[in-house]
């Protein structure tokens, strides 16, 4: 018996680093939808909320919250997300974001200290995987 594979889909989100690093800002196969790594930079490519570790992890939850609906789903479907941070001293801040979006939902979570990334005016990047409560789209 062959098994149907279901059908990916790439979305984009129009960054024009996603063609030169080879990536999208989600992938869909089936209901499952894994966001990538999202930071504070808007579609212009300026930072959002400066130094405010608090506004930047706001910017990443409302870029993830953009993808997943273009991918068909919400921010209720998320299951995980992954948070990395160039300064672990201000956990609360991101918690405080991460729950504002998060709360009621309560996605598994984890959130580590990196050395840096990839532009240094970036304090916190997020990632997030959901489960669709449907598999079309």
């Known amino acids: 018996m062959t098994k149907k594979v279901s059908e990916r889909t790439n979305i984009r989100s129009g960054s024009p680093w996603e063609p030169v690093a080879g990536y999208s800002r989600a992938v869909r196969l089936g209901n499952v939808i894994a966001v990538s790594g999202t930071t504070a ?3 212009s490519g300026e930072v959002v909320g400066g130094q405010d570790i608090y506004l930047q992890s706001r910017q990443c939850l409302e870029t993830i919250r953009v ?3 273009k991918a068909g789903a919400g921010l ?3 299951v995980r997300t992954r948070i ?3 300064d672990i001293s201000q ?3 991101i918690a405080r974001a991460h729950k504002e979006v998060f709360g009621a939902i309560a996605p598994a ?3 580590v200290e990196v050395r840096r990334l990839i532009n240094a005016a970036l304090l916190v ?3 997030a995987d959901a489960i669709a409560s449907d598999s079309g789209h």
Do not use: F, K, R
Request: glycine share 0%.
């Open 41 to 43: 930079v808007s579609s």
């Open 67 to 69: 993808a997943l609906e």
């Open 76 to 78: 209720e479907d998320v």
């Open 84 to 86: 990395y941070t160039t």
């Open 91 to 93: 956990w609360e801040a």
């Open 109 to 111: 979570t984890s959130m």
């Open 125 to 127: 990047e997020i990632e």
